[in-house]
């Protein structure tokens, strides 16, 4: 509470308007829940859709072991939407949950988690390896990130009605399996709780590495993201250090402690920890950017600076080639979406609030994502689809649910996923 009424003195004591925004900034960002999946991750699936569902600090679900009860791992005391916290307090669950994954644990019950979250990531790419080969030689994995502000409904309805489209317009060619990934954004504050959704959105891109990278090359992969989705996918492919890999308050604010052995200093001589991700990143044994032939990404709604393809280069272990590889990303543009324009009133609060000019300024395209393919990815093509062209007035905004349903996106969808891309959108109806 102190630091709401320290927030507020400062604030109303200038009187500025962009001290008023910082307020409610603050506000709004500490509201807000976790988003939890564990009673969705452990219900079986015979067919359809595969799933992963992923916590904030990039932990996989299990699938199997000990029932998991979402209420206790939401709350505040006993879980806030970390798995290894929820466990720490069932430790009897965890001893199941090892014994299920043939994992022998230390004395410190917990410093067997990153070994079970390998066992986990093996066993999902086995899963999905084995799912592709069913479907042909030459099936395509489809991957589906949500974005930020989502409860597992939401998030499931928008993979409902991009499969639909996908079905409607034939694509991608051939046989495809789809791969929906659910992560924790955190859901109820719309829509500023970026710092909290930001550091989330990297480490789980660090899980979702881990399996990718292990996806059969005889299987196409491309990837589709919405909003701060992006983030999650550019974090599956390279090391987004440079423009979000920063510091953090303190421990706490990062479960897996044993992960941070990076500290520095900070000007009152205090040992302040930074934030994981800038070492695991680069760990090599259990993050290592994908090596796939034929990836593919496209971001609708991109809730990242276009600065993170400044990054695009940075893999583990570093190519000695130089060659970013990946050879076609595409970028929805849509300079009317109020969320990515932080609904105009908040714009001078954007480095607060997160940078999210990708998915709306046309110069972020132009600068970062289309001279990067061109020239760092051998045989490289980027994209740009304008998703405002035949918007109506009220059809839709933000929502990857909506987007989905735009007149725009069957275009979109042939640049990611068709073999020969369309020289031109089709005209407005």
């Given amino acids: 509470m102190?630091?709401?009424?320290?927030?507020?003195r400062s604030a109303f004591g200038k009187l500025t308007i962009a001290g008023l925004m910082l307020l409610v900034s603050i506000l709004l960002t500490n509201c807000g829940r976790a988003v939890v999946f564990g009673t969705l991750a452990q219900k079986?699936?015979?067919?359809?859709?595969?799933?992963?569902?992923?916590?904030?600090?990039?932990?996989?679900?299990p699938s199997n072991g000990p029932g998991i009860t979402d209420a206790v791992l939401g709350a505040k005391g006993t879980g806030q939407g970390y798995l290894l916290r929820y466990y720490k307090n069932h430790p009897s669950d965890l001893t199941n949950l090892y014994d299920v994954h043939g994992i022998t644990p230390p004395t410190d019950m917990l410093e067997a988690w990153p070994a079970l979250q390998f066992k986990l990531r093996q066993e999902a790419a086995s899963k999905i390896n084995k799912q592709l080969d069913q479907l042909g030689a030459k099936s395509t994995l489809v991957v589906l990130i949500h974005g930020f502000n989502n409860t597992p409904e939401e998030a499931k309805d928008s993979f409902t009605e991009v499969e639909k489209q996908l079905r409607v317009n034939g694509l991608p060619n051939g046989p495809y399996q789809v791969l929906e990934v659910y992560w924790d954004g955190r859901s109820g504050a719309v829509p500023f709780f970026f710092l909290y959704a930001q550091p989330n959105a990297q480490l789980v891109g660090l899980a979702l590495r881990g399996v990718v990278n292990q996806i059969s090359h005889a299987h196409p992969i491309r990837i589709l993201t919405h909003s701060l989705g992006t983030l999650v996918g550019c974090n599956t492919l390279w090391n987004v250090t440079s423009t979000m890999g920063g510091q953090v308050a303190s421990v706490k604010d990062s479960n897996l402690k044993f992960w941070q052995d990076l500290t520095t200093i900070d000007a009152a001589g205090n040992d302040v920890a930074r934030f994981y991700y800038q070492q695991a990143c680069k760990d090599a044994v259990n993050y290592s950017t994908p090596t796939h032939p034929d990836i593919r990404i496209g971001s609708v709604a991109a809730?990242?600076?276009?600065?993170?393809?400044?990054?695009?280069?940075?893999?583990t272990p570093a190519r000695a080639d130089n060659d970013g590889q990946y050879r076609r990303v595409v970028i929805g543009y849509n300079p009317t979406d109020k969320v990515l324009n932080k609904f105009w009133i908040f714009a001078p609060l954007h480095r607060r609030l997160g940078i999210t000019t990708l998915g709306r300024r046309n110069y972020d395209y132009h600068h970062y994502v289309a001279p990067m393919l061109s020239t760092k990815s051998t045989g490289g093509q980027s994209f740009q689809a304008r998703f405002y062209r035949c918007k109506k007035k009220g059809m839709f905004n933000h929502s990857f649910n909506g987007y989905a349903k735009s007149t725009e996106m069957p275009y979109f969808l042939n640049l990611l996923l068709s073999d020969n891309p369309p020289a031109a959108p089709p005209a407005c109806p």
């Fill in 44 to 61: 079986p699936v015979n067919s359809g859709p595969m799933q992963l569902y992923i916590d904030r600090d990039g932990s996989l679900y």
């Fill in 2 to 8: 102190m630091i709401y009424f320290t927030a507020f």
């Fill in 303 to 315: 809730a990242v600076p276009g600065q993170t393809y400044d990054d695009y280069l940075d893999r």
